[in-house]
Structure formats: C-alpha cells, structure tokens
C-alpha cells in the first residue's frame, strides 16, 4: 500500500518526515520534489537570497551540509578563481578595500571614515588587475593622485614606498596655515 503525504506526493513503504517550512541556514524548505537521491527524500528549498535549490533530506539536516543554494560561493573571497590569492597584488587589492569599507581596519578611519570608496568595478579583483597591471616591483603602493578622490581607474597609480610617503608629508605640509 503507498501512502501519499500531505503535499500529494506518493512514498511507497518509506519513512518520510515533513520538514516544510523549516530552516536550515539560508534555506526554507518549500515541498518534496518526488524525487530521491541515493535513497533520501529531495526537497525544494527557497533560499533568504530568492534562489531555489533542490536538496536530499539528509544534507539540510547535517552540520556540515547545504545551507544556501549557492550564492554563498559566488561571494565568497576565499574561492578565487584568478590564481592571484597568494600574491602581494591581491594583499594590495584586499589591504585598499578593507580600508575602505571595513570599520574595524586601523586604516579606516582615514579612508572609509572620510567617504573614499573603492569604485564598483575595482569590486572585481579581475578588473581592478585588468585597469593598473601589476605594480613595477614590489617596493610599489597603490597612490590616488587626488588624496580626496576615491579608488578607481584615472585617480590611481603606483608609487614607490617612500615617493608616497614623501608626497603625503608635502601635502601635509601645504595644508599647513599660519
């Protein structure tokens, strides 16, 4: 004898729970699909971010198991696929925008804290590398030519350590008044 579940769905001789409408990390599980994955139940599942991802049983319910349709990995800085994470500019690329945009770097309160931001394309790692190359050694900074204007291509440059802390103590000293 099959019986069916509450969402019409036949499950002949098995053991079925209903977790509709429960959480599992971002996910809200929606309905059974019918469909089974190496004997567990598969569910469709709605993610906070709008997406839909269908997930066996098993794997919402595990620690370790899904807890997003994936848009997790799409914003995720850990999972590079330039091949660059490793060298001094991605540190240069990260260092610029935590200063930026990340309230507890020492530096944000000079950068950030004052409205400089990094222009949206430079989100990219891959278009910040495309638009200034890599630097001419590696004694070279990032250098915005207008200290007010934010981190985008035509502002910035790159600059020996010491041209850009002597450039930024002659400004230092022209703001200066008597």
Known sequence: MTKMNPYGIEMPNSRWKDIGGQRFGKLTACHP???????????LCECDCGGFKEVPVGSLTSKSGTKSCGCDLYNN?????HGKSDTPMYERWRSMKRRCEDPTSKSYKYYGG?????CVRW??????????GVPPTPSHEIDRKDANGNYEPGNCRWLTKSENVSRAARGRKASKTC
């Open 123 to 132: 989100q990219d790692f891959k278009n910040f590398l495309a638009d200034m």
């Open 77 to 81: 800085d850990r999972l590079i696929t």
């Open 114 to 118: 004052k409205g400089i931001t990094v």
């Open 33 to 43: 699909t019918g469909k089974k994955y190496h004997g567990q139940h598969v569910w």
